[in-house]
């Protein structure tokens, strides 16, 4: 049965840092992994998608790796703004097509 | 990407009615679609998998009279929350995919609160 552990639980940053959010799985025979911005009180909005193939994935100031055998993937958020100040969450899929199981989060403050 | 809509995003209800929230996948037919729950400051739990055609598979911990999951379409799956109670209250949201997908796709959610 698939696990995910997201560490920090919580990060607090002054503007332009450069960021690294942990994710860690248990079933290394996963097929993808993606990566989740979700605001308060919102829904999920999906950030990045790891195929099990890719080593990485790129989107603007947000970069994703995947390291199946260590069982790890790193988001890396570059010049952090405070409009990134959000919960960012990972998941796996387990047991099924698609049948996500999610980390607890990293929820991110970036101040001014 | 696909487009999942769900369908109230807010419902405010009285202990012991039932809530009926809906989740479609617009452009896109839909084998499989998921349910989650997400407490206030928690992370989505699974709490059951809806497959059309055929009655969903419950996570082991989730009432299956309780929440009621109905596939009938390839483009429609509802869960009703039967009989509500206040410790119901969440944010339900839905996912969908299909069988040449790799990747789900999550519906806006649904806050449901039980006075």
């Known amino acids: 049965k698939q696990e995910v552990t997201q560490i920090p639980a919580a990060l607090s940053v002054p503007e332009g840092e450069n960021l690294v959010l942990n994710c860690s799985f248990t079933d290394s025979a996963i097929y993808n992994l993606q990566w989740f911005r979700q605001d308060p009180g919102k829904g999920l909005t999906s950030l990045l998608l790891?195929?099990?193939?890719?080593r990485e994935q790129t989107s603007g100031r947000l970069n994703a790796s995947l390291d199946k055998s260590s069982g790890r993937s790193t988001l890396y958020i570059a010049a952090s703004q405070p409009g990134d100040s959000a919960t960012y969450l990972c998941a796996g899929p387990s047991g099924g097509y698609n049948k996500l199981i999610f980390g607890a989060g990293t929820r991110l403050a970036v101040h001014p | 990407g696909a487009v999942v809509s769900q369908h109230p995003s807010w419902v405010i209800c009285k202990s012991g009615t039932s809530v009926k929230i809906e989740c479609r996948s617009l452009d896109f037919q839909a084998t499989t679609m998921f349910w989650y729950r997400q407490f206030p400051k928690q992370s989505l739990m699974l709490m059951a998998t809806?497959?059309?055609?055929?009655?969903?598979?419950?996570e082991q911990g989730v009432e299956k009279d309780k929440f009621l999951i109905n596939h009938a379409s390839l483009t429609l799956s509802t869960l009703t929350v039967t009989s509500a109670h206040p410790e119901d209250s969440s944010f339900y949201i839905c996912?969908?995919?299909?069988?040449?997908?790799?990747?789900?796709?999550f519906g806006q959610g649904t806050r449901l609160t039980v006075v």
């Open positions: 790891i195929q099990s193939s890719q």
């Open positions: 809806s497959n059309e055609g055929s009655k969903a598979t419950y």
């Open positions: 996912s969908a995919s299909n069988r040449g997908n790799t990747e789900a796709f």
